[in-house]
Nanobody, 124 residues
């Protein structure tokens, strides 16, 4: 089993930045990939960014490119999401996810472990 705990969410004005963190504990040695997903009210869950844990290959959907950076600190078992130039439409609950199996980095169903989520609210 693996446990994931997110932090760093909050209220920010449009154009501002936030850095989310996700600390993993438990069976972390078997991690293959980790990702950030979000769910906005009335919308489906979507990928924000993802990374393979050991070689650092990254994935960003078009909506994230240029504004979002995913990174990880293997020694601290921590995943980060730096978000810049935030927009009101970025308002959502952001979830950290991890998986031991290969597969597309942007497919939520391919992740076994999920955090509780952290709220990000961007005011206009």
């Amino acid at each position: 089993q693996m446990q994931l705990v997110e932090s760093g969410g909050g209220l920010v004005q449009a154009g501002g930045s936030l850095r989310l963190s996700c600390v993993a504990s438990g069976r972390t040695f078997s991690t293959y990939k980790m990702g950030w997903f979000r769910r906005a009210p009335g919308k489906e869950r979507e990928s924000v960014a993802a990374i393979t844990w050991y070689d650092g290959n990254t994935y960003y959907p078009e909506s994230s490119k240029g504004r979002v950076t995913i990174s990880r600190d293997n020694a601290k078992n921590t995943l980060y999401l730096q978000m810049n130039s935030l927009k009101p439409e970025d308002t959502a609950v952001y979830y950290c996810a991890a998986a031991e199996t290969r597969g597309d980095l942007d497919v939520a169903e391919g992740y076994r472990y999920w955090g509780q989520g952290t709220q990000v609210t961007v005011s206009s």
